[in-house]
């Protein structure tokens, strides 16, 4: 008996048809693959056993856009000062169309958050909806829908503590859906720069130069503004222009410290204020302020006053959970309400930091580019790392994030005049972001020359930091009403993104839209100072053929 191939296929079909509509195919969300997993508790960290009972966390969890890569091409297109859409950066709500996952990853996600008995209620969307936060997560709850053994840990060393887990898995079928999850096994701490303010005899005059370690010549607002060429400048649109800086870990500047400062070092500037707003349960504490606090809002008033300064003070204790909150916070401002530079002295060593973690959290900097902010992070002060050493005796140079983002400005230490670069200036490169293609000719040139010198410690196909660099040596401060002198690229960064807020002004002054993300603007490089300090004289000369 002769069958038609084509009424065989039209049965087969149908029993097809049938056997789908009599079971419904569902995810398997029991078949799960590990995300990420140390093989041992990170160095310096111990568990405490399990957190407290009735303890809660919000899960942070980022997916993948519809349109791959769609943020970074965004950015070039508006930062790239050959590009036909340069300065179109884009709203808000632009941002958002470009970073929406596809409708079917929603449905795949918050399909899985209901068999684990997640209510919708409790999930809300952020970072211009590609990322989904889902809130008051117990820890069996949060143990069960990743896989994961939540314990309380601390750092020997900062007493902080942190809960995390040393792995976390996720069905397979969500692998190409979600980027990552936090806070999951992320164990670096934003809190590793802050500053010990350090009192030195002071030497001579401005300019004489370094006679020994403990005799550094004082920086101060007249000294910066006379080797940086700001002086002659007079800010003209400070209705339109905004400096932000981002505190952590309960960071407060004193505005008395402030005009003190002012009253020594800028005259002209002794009425400089700032405006401060509480993000995640953020505190503000101006009578007990901290060295970090003050050193970041004393040196961006004196690079930029009279630019409107809001000091954005993040809760949520160590670790991921304050960056996704401000960077949730910064990215959910209307278009004029966005600081147009940030200045922001934080950061731990990329190694304690997952992958899947810090790819996502740099797409968030990106964002904020794409919409026309500078955002500037120090790149520490271990010169190229701390405790290189690791547990297995390796020997490998560290770097710092969100500095080796290749999204962020990051910007190291000078010192003295001629300026050098410090010693302190943390540099190097990333090994979990490679080069961005504005750094290939630069760096690739200053590889060559260095030649097989260091071969093993660093990874030479990773993004080079610094970028830029300031002052970072002997940086005249108030704290709690005394004067005091103190290192560390926490100074060089508030003096760089004040020029850089001096830049934007002088670009909106003359109608044109701010500057943005900077780095495609940059060139020359080296990893201790990046392309070196600002002349801003002959950046303001740049700017007129842009």
């Not at 993004?463 to 004067?483: L, T, V, W």
Request: charged share 20%.
């Amino acid at each position: 008996m002769f069958i038609h191939p084509l009424s065989v296929f039209s049965v087969l079909a149908s029993e097809i048809i049938n056997c789908l509509a009599a079971t419904p195919l569902e995810p398997r969300w029991h078949n799960v693959r590990t995300k990420h997993a140390w093989g041992a508790v990170p160095e310096h960290w111990e568990t405490l056993g399990h957190p407290a009972a009735g303890t809660t966390i919000d899960l942070h969890i980022a997916l993948e856009p519809q349109r791959k890569n769609a943020v970074v091409d965004a950015l070039y297109e508006v930062s790239y000062p050959r590009s036909p859409k340069y300065g179109a950066h884009l709203s808000r709500e632009q941002l958002a169309d470009i970073v929406a996952p596809h409708p079917d990853t929603l449905t795949l996600v918050n399909s899985w958050l209901k068999h684990h008995g997640v209510h919708p209620s409790s999930v809300s969307r952020s970072h211009g909806g590609g990322w989904l936060t889902v809130a008051d997560v117990s820890m069996s709850q949060a143990n069960s829908i990743l896989s994961a053994s939540y314990q309380l840990y601390r750092h020997a060393k900062t007493n902080e503590t942190a809960i995390r887990t040393i792995s976390y898995g996720l069905p397979v079928e969500l692998h190409s859906h979600v980027k990552s999850v936090a806070p999951t096994t992320y164990f670096s701490s934003p809190g590793m720069l802050r500053h010990t303010p350090r009192v030195r005899r002071r030497a001579g005059t401005l300019g004489r130069g370094l006679l020994r370690r403990d005799d550094i010549e004082p920086v101060t607002p007249s000294f910066l503004r006379w080797i940086y060429k700001t002086e002659g400048y007079e800010p003209a649109a400070i209705d339109r222009n905004k400096l932000g800086v981002a505190g952590f870990i309960g960071d407060s500047p004193s505005p008395l410290d402030l005009r003190l400062f002012m009253t020594a070092y800028r005259t002209d500037a002794v009425t400089a204020t700032f405006d401060v707003v509480l993000v995640n349960g953020g505190g503000y504490d101006p009578d007990t302020p901290t060295v970090e606090g003050n050193i970041d809002i004393q040196y961006t008033e004196a690079m930029a006053f009279p630019t409107p300064h809001t000091y954005y003070s993040t809760g949520g204790g160590s670790g991921p959970d304050p960056y996704l909150s401000w960077l949730n916070f910064m990215l959910s401002l209307d278009d004029n309400e966005l600081p147009r530079t940030i200045s922001a002295s934080y950061g731990g060593f990329e190694d304690g930091a997952p992958l899947d973690f810090v790819e996502s959290a740099c797409e968030l900097f990106a964002q904020l580019g794409v919409r026309g902010v500078s955002v500037l992070f120090s790149t520490g002060d271990f010169g190229v790392g701390k405790d290189c050493t690791d547990s297995s005796g390796n020997v490998r140079f560290r770097t710092m994030f969100p500095a080796s983002c290749p999204w962020v400005t990051s910007v190291g230490g000078t010192m003295d005049y001629p300026e050098v670069a410090a010693s302190l200036s943390g540099g190097g490169f990333s090994n979990h972001f490679s080069r961005p293609a504005y750094q290939d000719g630069a760096v690739a040139t200053y590889l060559e020359h260095l030649g097989s010198r260091y071969d093993g410690l660093y990874n030479a196909n990773g993004r080079g930091i610094p970028d830029i660099s300031a002052q970072a040596h002997g940086c005249m401060i108030f704290f709690r009403r005394r004067e005091s002198m103190i290192d560390g690229t926490s100074c060089a960064v508030p003096i760089a993104a004040g020029i850089v807020s001096l830049l934007n002004d002088y670009r909106l002054s003359k109608g044109k839209t701010p500057l943005g993300f900077l780095n495609y603007w940059l060139t020359g490089w080296n990893p201790v100072t990046g392309l070196g300090t600002l002349d801003f004289s002959e950046l303001e000369k740049m700017l007129d053929e842009l």
